[in-house]
């Protein structure tokens, strides 16, 4: 069902269940489907790396010959950062904790829209993240904020966590959830806030079908 090239752009909060509606949608659109989020937990993986304490100076030098790769082959992404297949490595409660700091930094920032704009300059493209309809692709064609209640986003999460073999508890990954979109909505470079210009789609209660044909509706 490939349609025109498309610039589709999807932001929200975290647990909305962007990665995986956007991914599903895209393979039934034939586009390509770039995840921004697991670009700036590359960085943030690559950062940790170095050792705790974490400092701005370390992801600097992470930043610095960092060469981040995204495949999207079936419907799925993997995620390389020179070369090393990190997938996993990125979803780490760790990465979580740290990935905010090192999006809100100006220089990590700058790098990775600008390889952004460039994934997307062919079009046929799904691209999610805080910022893509604000900022990185300001020109999008289908614009759509995504959100749920922050109960439903912690308990995806949760069952997510839990399914991985993680012993958190809801309350916990509620709380980080929390602690994450207020340092993403309040950062002073692209916060995370909805475009004028696109369509809200509140998915509490929604199957994932449901979403991924609301959207498909939207890119007709
Ligand atoms: O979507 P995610 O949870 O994998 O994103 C990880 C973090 O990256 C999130 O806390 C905010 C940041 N991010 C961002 O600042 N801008 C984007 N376009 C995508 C993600």
Redesign the pocket.
């Given at each position: 069902m490939r349609k025109r090239n498309l610039v589709v752009a999807i932001?929200g909060p975290?647990?909305a269940g962007?990665?995986t509606v956007a991914q599903l949608a895209a393979k039934k659109l034939e586009y390509t489907y770039i995840?921004?989020?697991?670009?700036?937990?590359a960085v943030?993986w690559r950062s940790l790396r170095a050792g705790a304490p974490l400092t701005d100076e370390k992801i600097l030098r992470a930043l610095e010959d960092i060469d981040v790769l995204l495949s999207y082959e079936d419907g799925k992404t993997r995620v390389f950062v020179n070369g090393e297949d990190v997938t996993k490595e990125?979803?780490t409660p760790e990465v979580?904790a740290v990935?905010?700091r090192?999006?809100?930094m100006g220089e990590v920032?700058a790098k990775?829209?600008e390889l952004?704009r460039k994934m997307a300059v062919h079009g046929a493209v799904l691209?999610?993240?805080?910022?893509?309809a604000t900022?990185?692709l300001p020109n999008a064609d289908v614009k759509i904020f995504l959100t749920a209640s922050i109960e439903e986003r912690a308990a995806r999460r949760w069952k997510e966590l839990k399914e991985k073999g993680y012993d958190t508890s809801f309350e916990e990954v509620k709380s980080d959830i929390a602690k994450?979109?207020k340092?993403?909505s309040e950062?002073e470079i692209?916060p995370?806030v909805q475009a004028e210009d696109a369509e809200l789609l509140d998915t509490t209660g929604m199957t994932i079908e449901e979403v991924v044909a609301a959207i498909l509706k939207r890119c007709e």
């Open positions: 932001d975290a647990g962007k990665s995840d921004t989020g697991a670009m700036y937990r943030a990125i979803r979580s990935v905010s090192v999006a809100a920032r990775l829209v952004q691209m999610d993240g805080r910022d893509i900022n990185v994450r979109d340092a993403d950062r692209s995370l």
